[in-house]
């Protein structure tokens, strides 16, 4: 089946630029959005954005005018990159597949629906000097 | 941005008990929602999409209702293996931004 695997720095200074990759073994990253999320210690999960495989992204506002989400399809990998780090950017980082389907009701018409399906196992990253 | 709202922060039941967990989102996203599991150290796993929809392989005590603004997530009997951080995650539509809810942290009691 389709695994994810983080990897990346897990010490970046303050003022740098984080950098991460996920390989995508098991399945093709074609046809798939893939998102990154980041889970500060003891807080919760926040989106920060996604790529499509053809190479459109979506980006947190919050995060965008830091973010940079590429996809590499000929090595099955896309990649993260959130420049000008502080320690609040000190986070567990998850890559994640997420699945659209698309179906048809009397009350909804037409929709797609989106989930994150599989996900990386997560890699820590410490921003300190 | 939409913003969701997740309750309780936490809570403590009994194995056996009904558990209600609710989300609230600031403005209608029709039935774009899904629940999310997290076991401390491990990556969420999914339960429920499309606010609704049970995803493969997850029991069938796990289940999710609502739509518009106001959803419910449900564990029918809580059983040990249940203690876990739950997490609500909306998306809107064009373009599609993805907002997690604050998360339920389940104990037993």
């Known amino acids: 089946q389709v695994q994810l695997q983080e990897s990346g720095p897990g010490l970046v200074k303050p003022s740098e630029t984080l950098s991460l990759t996920c390989t995508v073994s098991?399945?093709?990253?074609?046809?798939?959005?893939w998102s990154w999320i980041r889970q500060p210690p003891g807080k919760g999960l926040e989106w920060i954005g996604y790529i499509y495989y053809s190479g459109s992204t979506n980006y947190n506002p919050s995060l965008k005018s830091r973010v940079t989400i590429s996809v590499d399809t000929s090595k099955n990998q896309f990649s993260l990159k959130l420049s000008s780090v502080t320690a609040a950017d000190t986070a567990v980082y998850y890559c994640?597949?997420?699945?659209?389907?698309?179906?048809?009701?009397?009350?909804?018409?037409?929709?797609?629906?989106?989930?994150?399906?599989?996900w990386g196992k997560g890699t820590t990253v410490t921003v300190s000097s | 941005d939409i913003q969701m709202t997740q309750s309780p922060s936490s809570l403590s039941a009994s194995v056996g008990d009904r558990v209600t967990i609710t989300c609230q989102a600031s403005q209608d996203i029709s039935n774009y929602l899904n629940w999310y599991q997290q076991k401390p150290g491990k990556a969420p796993k999914l339960l429920i999409y499309?606010?609704?929809n049970l995803e493969t392989g997850v029991p069938s005590r796990f289940s999710g209702s609502g739509s518009g603004t106001d959803f419910t997530f449900t564990i029918s009997s809580l059983q040990p293996e249940d203690i876990a951080t739950y997490y609500c995650q909306q998306y809107d539509n064009l373009p599609r931004l993805l907002t997690f809810g604050g998360g339920t942290k389940v104990e037993i009691k």
């Open positions: 098991g399945g093709s990253i074609s046809s798939y959005y």
């Open positions: 499309d606010a609704s």
């Open positions: 994640a597949r997420e699945y659209s389907g698309y179906d048809s009701s009397a009350t909804r018409g037409d929709y797609y629906y989106y989930y994150m399906d599989v």
